[in-house]
């Protein structure tokens, strides 16, 4: 009795790790088909959004008669993407208005209401996926995503739609059922309707019921799940898995029949008893090799979720990165033509106490406090873009921060405890003083806001290893670690801190730039910054900042005094008719001769046909100037031809600051105060 006890205890064993192998598999298939179809989707979502992006928010009658421009357009948007059956923008009646299908759009019997117009009119701003449809001509089945058009008011104009083919789909399902005997794959619309399967039935019924083992527990609001039951496409009993497709009403559905499993378990047990006969030696030589195989099937699945897990974690770095850089540029923009007007203002107001010492008054000091202000937040609007055109020091954080520590107390009060620890071997830091000084007082204002009651704040620096670094980053580096006992985030917005504009804080009581300028900073310096928080024990920011290996620690600035009688001879390139007006007669007031040219190459073909003696003494360019030469250009030509001509440049966008350094040419910020030039313009 014992080799058949045996044999019953191992088939039992085994038939259910058979069912757990073929479960991990059917979750595998799964995670493969979903990953597919959400690349997809995404892809087709972003081309419907170049789509609306070509309509605009033109009504039917202009888009007709732009029709054949659009239709190109479509064309190249579908080419070369074969999952793309076709697209259309079409009126609010449904009628075709352009495709990419053909110019003019052919007409297409049955399918003129997809059922997406009545739908996009209820559900504004809502995706919509069509059932499975026939093409007219081509006789190709496909589905429609489709998104509403509507103009600045709201009024409802049309939809635009791109048709996906079942069949690209249920290419990669093929080749995933191949090697699996007994699966099936589904893709189905969250009511059910079946958008691909493979294998394919003939006169398959269009839509799961509504009470299969599957739909029902996607009507409870499941986005993923297993069950057991049997299929109401095919009627067969079989293992089922489910999960969404991201955030569309769409569904993956992998299914393997139950019958298969026997049937493996039967082979299996057939092929052990045929070579078990012997009952103890057979059965310990597949109790081992059983074993051998469980091990290496869970090695392989933990091997699997550890780089899943990896890979997730990586690329939510990089779409957090993208899209604060993408914030960034928007507003840096806003910011840079912002800085022209603000250098207006304050020479103007420096140049009217130059010229009228006597009529200060509290006006002119209320406008220097508010330029002041506008100064503030432009540089931190550009410091989060990293447009700023900063001025980076070697730091050494063992000097740098019990500085900062009286810097701060003022702004954390009296109820709150400051602490100050620097490890003894942490290196330097390059970055701008200022802005690091105002990276450290908007997170004091931050902590400070969260602990009204008081508490603690601490700032601790110090190396870290390549182990502790956040993705994207790697080689020396040191983090700066300030943390509060605090109220903390709530994880919902923890991920949105860093982004301009966003704050918790009551209206009036917070701009939102400031971590974004913490963020900023540390992208700067080639670093990044990250928080964590929980609730009700405090936060935690992390600065990583690259080490300055092998730089000595930069010197304080001094302060320039204000010259008036500079007798210099300035050419001066601003295409800023108000910054150039602004900027004479400033140089005017100093005892400058001035010659200002709207354009870069004007102002070189001056100094070409300047005789040497008629050559001016210093040349004031802003650097981003429209034409075919910029400021950087006219720079190079200068020092090359004539380098007796001493070379200042100005920038409220400095994407070429680098460069710029690199050259050795002097950088003014734009906005710079007349001290600042009059110190530049003398060459010191």
Known sequence: MLPVLAYAGVGFYRYHRIAADTELRLDRALRVAHEHALKVLDTNDILLARVMDASGVEDAASLRAREPALHQQLQAMSRNRPQIQSIWIRDASGEAVATDRASPPPPEPGLADRGDVGWHLDHPGGLFVSDVMVGGESGTKFFDMSRGRR?????FLGVVSAGLTPAYFEKLHRDLVAD??????????????ILSRWPQLRNGPGRLAPDSPVMSRVRTGETAGAAHGVSSVDGRKRLLFFRKVGGYPIYIGTGMDTREIARRWLDEMAWLAAFGLPPLLGLYLAARAALRRTRDSLEAAQQLHTETVARRRVEEALVQAQKLEALGRLTGGVAHDFNNALMVISNNVALMKLKHPDTGGPQLESIGRAVGSATKLTRQLLAFSRRQALVPQVLRLQDQLPLVKDLLTPVLGSRVELAVD????????LVDPAEFELALINLAINARDAMPGGGRFALRARNTHADQLPPLLQGAMVVIEVSDSGTGIAP????????PFFTTKPVGEGTGLGLSQVYGLCQRAGGTATVDSELGVGTTVRLFFPAAVGRAATAGDRGPALERHLDLTVLLAEDNDDVAGVLRQVLDAMGCKVTRYHRAQAAADHLAACAPNELPDVL???VVMPGEMDGMALALQVRRRHPEVRIVLMTGYAEQLEAIAQQGFTVLPKPCSAEMLAQALKGE
């Open 620 to 622: 004031l360019s802003d």
């Open 492 to 499: 919902d917005v923890l991920a949105k801190v860093f982004e």
């Open 180 to 193: 699996e005997p007994g699966l099936a794959l589904t893709m189905f619309r969250e009511d059910g309707s």
């Open 151 to 155: 103009d600045r008011e709201g009024r």
């Open 422 to 429: 620097v490890a003894p071997d942490t290196q330097a830091i």
